[in-house]
């Protein structure tokens, strides 16, 4: 009998992430999968959805102006409860950290049907950074059937935290699988930079670096284009005032850099090709760039991906001003510590991680029926 999957997405990095899985899932015939778009982030989710050619089923369109993580928490549960009760799924899956993730972790629980987590087992240690993100995915772990967790290190964590060893499923990360998609694309970045310039690629939009932090990475990148004038930096800005109102007012006027609104992934990754330095608070780059053979400084006091930085090929600067430059000057100048950490090797999967989920859920939904 079939089995129906409702697999949510609320962000951008959630359907990259999701996106392999939902399209493995709709390949196979012993599954029906159902696609809830809760909209956390409505433009880039729209935008990473159609690369895939994935359709929402049910679209909650949750976001207001100005909404509060409680606001946000409560209109998503009450909304999931109405869904859960419609739909009557099989199984639930969510990725990762967000409110999404949270929340539907626990419509999950209320409504008594199994919860998948993709990408479970990530932690800091510190309840607070990242903020709301650490508590989200503890919190959800403990309401979770299925942890696919994306490295042995995230495995074992589970495991030591007392969660059943049947349950914890080390998976790979999905968004390996999702880069060799789009990678096969061969995909063009299609902005007017200048070919005889090293790129300096920046992400920032972590909710704990706004403010001070943020005010501080931005003035140590301003410092490394001028003091670098062989580099050129792209810094695609996100929609959040937060982050738009201090990006805009500390790099007005400032020669060769570049920024630009989000960019769909077909072009961030082909920007992450290009790139000779990636400086980011993103998780996700922490575990893309790696792949590509491309370094990256992690702008965050903390990281809950602490196998790149083990393995030599991403690096915890912080969000210090002084850290930030010295980091990037090393990187500029010495081509020895640069080579050390530009290989191409990633401790997050081999590409195939979406089938290992689908065949965790045939065993836990069809093989046992």
């Known amino acids: 009998m079939t089995k129906t999957v409702l697999c949510a997405v609320g962000t951008r990095p959630e359907a990259i992430k999701m996106a392999p899985v939902i399209r493995a899932l709709q390949a196979d015939p012993d599954f029906n999968c159902r696609v809830l778009a809760t909209a956390q982030h409505r433009q880039m989710l729209d935008q990473m959805l159609k690369i895939y050619d994935i359709q929402p089923d049910i679209d909650l369109d949750i976001m207001q102006p100005n909404q509060g993580?409680?606001?946000?928490?409560?209109?998503?549960?009450?909304?999931?409860?109405?869904?859960?009760?419609?739909?009557?799924?099989?199984?639930?899956?969510?990725?990762?950290?967000?409110?999404?993730?949270?929340?539907?972790?626990?419509?999950?629980?209320?409504?008594?049907?199994?919860?998948?987590?993709?990408?479970?087992?990530?932690?800091?240690?510190?309840?607070?950074?990242?903020?709301?993100?650490?508590?989200?995915?503890?919190?959800?772990?403990?309401?979770?059937?299925?942890?696919?967790?994306?490295?042995?290190?995230?495995?074992?964590?589970?495991?030591?935290?007392?969660?059943?060893?049947?349950?914890?499923?080390?998976?790979?990360?999905?968004?390996?699988?999702?880069?060799?998609?789009?990678?096969?694309?061969?995909?063009?970045?299609?902005?007017?930079?200048?070919?005889?310039?090293?790129?300096?690629?920046?992400?920032?939009?972590?909710?704990?670096?706004?403010?001070?932090?943020?005010?501080?990475?931005?003035?140590?990148?301003?410092?490394?284009?001028?003091?670098?004038?062989?580099?050129?930096?792209?810094?695609?800005?996100?929609?959040?005032?937060?982050?738009?109102?201090?990006?805009?007012?500390?790099?007005?006027?400032?020669?060769?850099?570049?920024?630009?609104?989000?960019?769909?992934y077909t072009a961030f990754v082909a920007a992450m090709q290009q790139a000779h330095l990636i400086l980011s608070d993103s998780g996700g780059v922490q575990e893309e760039a790696p792949a590509l053979g491309k370094p990256v400084l992690v702008l965050r006091e903390t990281t809950e991906r602490p196998e790149a930085v083990d393995a030599g090929i991403t690096r915890l600067v912080g969000t210090q001003t002084a850290d930030i430059e010295a980091a990037a000057h090393e990187l500029l100048t010495d081509p020895q510590a640069y080579a050390a950490m530009a290989r191409h090797e990633s401790p997050y999967g081999d590409g195939k991680a979406s089938g290992r989920i689908v065949e965790t859920l045939r065993k836990g939904l069809i093989d046992v029926s």
């Open 69 to 264: 993580l409680t606001a946000l928490t409560g209109r998503l549960l009450l909304r999931l409860d109405d869904v859960t009760a419609s739909e009557k799924p099989d199984a639930i899956l969510a990725q990762g950290d967000t409110t999404t993730v949270l929340a539907t972790a626990l419509a999950s629980f209320y409504a008594d049907i199994p919860f998948g987590h993709v990408e479970a087992g990530l932690r800091t240690g510190n309840i607070r950074n990242p903020f709301p993100e650490e508590m989200n995915r503890v919190v959800a772990s403990h309401l979770t059937r299925w942890h696919f967790a994306p490295t042995q290190m995230a495995a074992d964590r589970l495991l030591a935290e007392g969660y059943d060893p049947a349950q914890v499923v080390m998976t790979g990360n999905t968004v390996i699988d999702s880069l060799h998609y789009v990678a096969a694309m061969k995909p063009t970045l299609g902005l007017p930079l200048d070919p005889n310039k090293r790129l300096l690629l920046v992400t920032l939009h972590r909710r704990e670096n706004f403010g001070e932090p943020l005010a501080r990475i931005c003035t140590a990148l301003a410092n490394i284009v001028r003091e670098h004038p062989d580099t050129q930096l792209l810094l695609p800005v996100h929609h959040n005032p937060n982050v738009r109102e201090v990006v805009n007012a500390r790099f007005a006027g400032l020669d060769r850099v570049h920024l630009c609104d989000p960019l769909d």
